[in-house]
């Protein structure tokens, strides 16, 4: 039982300093805090404390991001971009999703101009098939990318740089 109020002492020194400065910049900053009671000012800031250091964690989640690999990668095609396709969220069978890109900004240096070296792939590398259904090298390019199964809500397109 002395462990536990001593650990929960020393947890209690380690939150108490962030929450004071926050508390304290809060005091000054905002008129609507200073008449509240000191238990929620201190509650206040801890979740200001606390929700702050979630978004700031999630907003680095990126760097935990499996990295996308396949047979046909090849270091020249250095430009990739994500597209979620959030429109089908179910597992479903032949699947064809409309997006509408903008080549003419792609082909001045990302991507030839015929779209030639456009690829659609899964999150995991593979392949999918497409249809470029306007002309490419406009601003309103319109493809329709195929899914066999769609199980992952993203496809990516990579070009080849020359």
Not at 4 to 14: E, M, V
Not at 41 to 63: A, C, D, E, M, P
Request: aromatic residues 10%; charged residues 20%; positive net charge.
């Amino acid at each position: 039982m002395k462990k536990l109020l001593y650990s929960i002492q020393i947890f209690k020194k380690i939150i108490d300093a962030p929450v004071n400065l926050v508390s304290l910049l809060l005091y000054k900053l905002l008129p609507f805090y200073r008449p509240l009671p000191k238990t929620a000012q201190k509650l206040i800031s801890l979740l200001l404390i606390v929700s702050t250091l979630l978004s700031s964690f999630y907003s680095l989640s990126f760097l935990l991001a499996p990295k996308v690999s396949a047979a046909w990668f090849d270091d020249s095609w250095a430009y990739r971009q994500r597209i979620p396709i959030d429109t089908h969220t179910a597992s479903e069978t032949n699947v064809y999703n409309e997006i509408v890109v903008d080549t003419a900004t792609l082909t001045t240096d990302k991507l030839q101009a015929d779209c030639d070296d456009l690829r659609f792939t899964k999150q995991d590398g593979q392949l999918l098939p497409y249809q470029i259904v306007s002309g490419c090298d406009t601003a309103t390019t319109t493809i329709r990318v195929g899914f066999e199964l769609h199980h992952e809500p993203a496809c990516r397109f990579d070009r080849r740089r020359r």
